[in-house]
């Protein structure tokens, strides 16, 4: 065995800890090698009580024994102290206000929440796509009057894989003209207590407030281009349009969709549009990430993308847990009859690990990878 | 009370009465005021039994009194006589050969099975859209040989409901361009056993062998033309594209679409279409029913398309009864960003009763009305 | 057709008409024979608002017409003006007072909630087994002071079909010793939103909040006797203890049992025990209604309880809806290995049709068919 | 780190190795320390076919790559040479001749099929029960006429759990003289395809073919006493009747039981009674597995039983996985009012890992450490 050392690891905190989106967090933090879970809150109601009577658990594993007796804080910053980096899973309702006191308290701040994604300075990163746009961190701390705090977002769950594969077809195959994706999302994406059993019991609900508008336009974000010139900030991807059509259907993990692409330009026949696809989707590399030491993270996913061959996969119940659910799977490549250029497929990703706490974390890996975070660590 | 007096019901028999669609023709056929169910035929293995004892009884109201002491018959011509008007819920493997042999042995054979449904002479009827596809019957006798039997075939029970909004839109807001729609189908339209329930409980299997093909072909024969010329057949509908994905979900009955159109030409804005789209769906009366005295028949639905305007319906669970199962329900009409002119929005049918059943018995009824069943009645 | 002549309709009002047992009330009510539906309460938030827009509907069947439009009223005695008869489908926070306050000004309140069941002077009646406690009524007006009007409650969704069961038993095979329960109770027994999806959807909870008392304590008391002496009231009925385990199952409607009997006493061998058992299913007739004429009740099934001889009968999904909800439906009547006179059985009930909604209406009807409804009928 | 060495893995055959329970064996067969899967048999048609090609693979992790390319062989004796253990998830239909044809090939046999476990010379172990009744192999070898070979079957996956908390009572609290268990059953149990989707979404299906009596004979066998002596077999356990009513829910993974239990003797109170089942839940230690080397043992769990005190655990979702399967979690123990000295509670085990595979494996880990299996070894 070699002589490595691994660096001491860097005291976390996780706000929303008692949510759906907290659980995930706790999970995948318990053992990280690199982040150590120190503090936790929650809304003023748990505050001051041990997590295992404050939670309503719902994952399938138990809870991690060093955060069953952890006693929940209040989401200030002062109750953080010591914590350089803070997970937020916090609800809309809140997120705003209270992770922008973080980052203005100077820390760096991670969330799942939808409050500044679209923010002009805020990056809005899937990791294993545009994780490039960290770089208008220093044009955001500017902006913001703050010397080592920052913010950043993640998608919306179900914008996460589609933009990973979005992007694969995007850098290997051709611009994108048109995409049409009908979801169909499972029921931890709506958290908990969430939807009424009485509602989704054999049943498909076709509607998800706010989702379609938050596919449509994050997606513009995310695989536009950042600026760090003299207008520092975003701009969308030209000439793709997307439409979504959102359902919940009765699964607990994984949200499925039904993608429809037409491609821009280009001479390939249909024929050699799937193989195009197929052969980006098997093949692709995050751009930039190659660099990075993240080799020790366990949410670094061997495969961004996992494509099947088998006619009728993936399925949420069999294989949301693909790359310990950090994996996009697509499978049913083939081409569409309605355009020139197009193909249709079916995407799964898991929703609360690649679709919310994992990126989450892993986008707080690169960060400290790209040195963003040196100012805090000191 | 009018001294009117309805005339004698028709006897009719049933090929495949214990599967699923054979139950749902049951049910639909139990005080039908114009059809009395007076023969029934399953496979070898029942023949000879009693239905009660034949069958695995799956609906939720109980067998038809007088069905559960009928004893099965075979499926042939002989056991059926007496039996002008033969309903088909037999299997593709079987259907083909059964079913011819009972239109040669001078039988009006109303068929679930998709093997002929594609047959140049061979109506492919949705009742609520392309009654007047009957006309073709004339031409099918003359090129088979035969005097008073002939055969119409229903659709696929997701093409079924997709026919019916369809057909609105391209009479009354403009020609269609491009369909894109993705399934999400209940349980029973595969049959019993049918899915095993490892492979959906919590899960969404993105496959149904053979559907999205059905579906792409079957539309544009149903909303094209019939030709009652020196060249007898029908003509698909010029210029439509349709694109499907399928997908299994863990409901019981009713069958959902999310469905992207986008019209061929015109000037109205995209605002304008979801109105007249709106419009289209509330105000949609089928052609040429008006004039056919179909009154009694409990499977007329008062609307053939009802619209809801709440933000989440339709949902199979609620909504898939609506009008007896036998009204197409939509909902969520709202522009699709894609298209200069489009619109995306959801559908429901109940796939055992619009979807197969119901349609095969509405289609013996206005057969019956126009007369084509005469020759038989006599 | 004879010239008889129905009496006018009683007009009736509904509390809690928004919930899920409201819900069972208003389609349960329409088209009642003997009832109209006049008026409606429910919270104070929906208060003034129609109907329609104030309820989350979550009946497959649509809403009445004529009450879609109906005004929501506050749940107080002058808003029901002129409906001598009350159901309540209120939740047991308010139903205690609320519907004390009616009986106080004069209306005959028929309850679902279990505030009052236990009260010494409130009859607990299922309408099939106990309807002559009605007899209690006269001595509750006297003590309450009230000239007209009176409380009747009926029992917990989950007791009432067991107290049918065990009372043919009890009257013809033998005295009951020992019963022993395990239920599967479908989700709409929590109301709305009541189960979180993320609890329930592959899943069994193996509690519900009190449940497990109030089957043991309402039994003693439906199955006892009622005293209309000097000292009028109930006594639990001598010799039998009851033990309950409550499960919740992922079932929408249709509550169902495991159920262990032994018997007091007597010398029948165990295989007599399961025909006597069987007899006394398949003949029960609750006794005292025969001399009532409620032939006209919808609510009256044409078996009190139905015995199913299959294996593998009787099942939520396909037997909840027995004689429309209001049959008890048992089946795997077998011998119990573990008692001497003992037998073991599997039961099921609709939960808001027979247990809960519709036993309340048929006990009003019962209770206008007795006379203790003439005086606020004049 | 010590200079410890492992023995090296002994190679295993599995039969039945598509199915269901064959999946299992196969996850918990992968990266076993003790053994090495190294041949694999299912029935003729999957003969001579890659494992990955021949499977309907259902479970949620993906197959064993080492496995996917291993080629299907049928399940005769000469096929699996050099594999000195079987482990059989064969169909009952073929299990019985097969796995006595393995036998007196002078294999080791480790079976969870149902034919042999109530031979008079064939031990039926439940690993956390009695281990013990191992002692019978050198009967069962004379009887056979075999040298090497032998047979142990384990108990049916919903007998296992059950097996293991009542044991714990009757060694620590009373002896038992009544139980009363009523299941509610997961699909995995039924193998693939299993139960059909028509029969269990949204349902309870109060019948599993031959389960209850299987319960209810092999809990006296596996309770009861190993005879060594002159007249060698298995004396069932006296004074204990069991009756069981047996359901199945719409639930993956996860046998649940409400049981009830009347204590023989002994003068505790009944909530003695509590408190002295919880403890012996609590400090349950399989006996005389203390003496065996099998602490490597990724199947042995920290706890045979995990006790709950939550007022709503276990629950299938939730807790099947405790001890990665191979816990029995119990909670709700509670007085029950129809026995002076009695209990109820409710229990969960995993039906395909402690019910099935995974007692098979364990049951030959201890077979080795008690040196059954040496002269298979040498």
Redesign the interface.
């Known amino acids: 065995m070699q002589n490595t050392q691994l660096p001491p690891r860097i005291k976390v905190g996780v706000l929303g800890i008692t949510g759906?989106v907290g659980q995930r967090f706790a999970l995948l933090l318990q053992n990280h090698p690199r982040f150590e879970l120190a503090a936790v809150g929650a809304s003023p109601r748990s505050v001051g009580t041990r997590y295992a009577d404050a939670v309503s658990?719902?994952?399938?594993?138990?809870i991690p024994p060093a955060l069953a007796d952890m006693v929940v804080q209040a989401c200030e910053p002062v109750a953080f102290t010591g914590c350089p980096i803070i997970f937020s899973g916090l609800d809309a309702a809140v997120a705003g206000e209270l992770e922008m006191a973080f980052v203005l308290a100077e820390f760096a701040v991670f969330s799942n929440a939808k409050n500044h994604r679209m923010h002009p300075l805020v990056p809005l990163v899937v990791p294993l796509v545009n994780a490039h746009h960290l770089r208008i961190i220093p044009f955001q701390r500017r902006a913001w009057g703050v010397q080592r705090g920052f913010l950043v977002t993640n998608a919306n769950c179900s914008t996460t894989g589609l933009a990973v594969a979005l992007q694969a077809m995007k850098c290997h195959v051709a611009p994108l003209a048109?995409?049409?994706v009908?979801t169909?999302q499972a029921?931890?994406g709506a958290g908990?207590?969430?939807?009424?059993?009485?509602?989704?019991?054999?049943?498909?609900?076709?509607?998800i407030g706010g989702e379609e508008g938050k596919i449509?336009s994050e997606l513009a974000k995310i695989l536009g281009a950042v600026r760090v010139n003299a207008e520092p900030g975003f701009t969308n991807l030209p000439g793709m349009?997307?439409?979504a059509?959102c359902?919940r259907?009765?699964?607990?993990d994984g949200h499925?969709g039904?993608v429809?692409v037409e491609f821009a330009e280009g001479d390939p026949s249909v024929d050699t549009c799937v193989d195009a696809v197929k052969r980006a989707f098997s093949t692709y590399i995050p751009p930039g990430l190659k660099t990075l030491s993240l080799l020790a993270s366990p949410l670094l996913p061997a495969h961004a993308i996992v494509l099947r061959e088998e006619?009728?996969?993936?399925?949420?119940?069999?294989d949301?847990?693909?790359g310990s659910g950090m994996s996009v799977v697509v499978?049913?490549v083939r081409a569409?009859?309605?355009?020139e250029r197009g193909i249709?497929f079916?995407l799964l990703a898991h929703n609360t690990v690649l679709g919310a706490a994992g990126s989450s974390i892993l986008n707080a890996e690169i960060a400290v990878a790209m040195e963003y975070c040196d100012a805090l660590l000191k």
Chains 1, 2, 3, 4 share one sequence.
């Open positions: 759906m658990w719902h994952m399938s594993e138990p048109r995409v049409l009908t169909m029921i931890s908990y207590p969430g939807v009424a059993s009485l509602n989704i019991l054999g049943n498909v609900v076709p509607h449509e349009r997307v439409s059509s359902n259907v009765p699964v607990i499925m039904s429809f006619v009728d996969r993936p399925q949420p119940r069999l949301a847990l693909t499978g049913r569409c009859p309605v355009f249709k079916t």
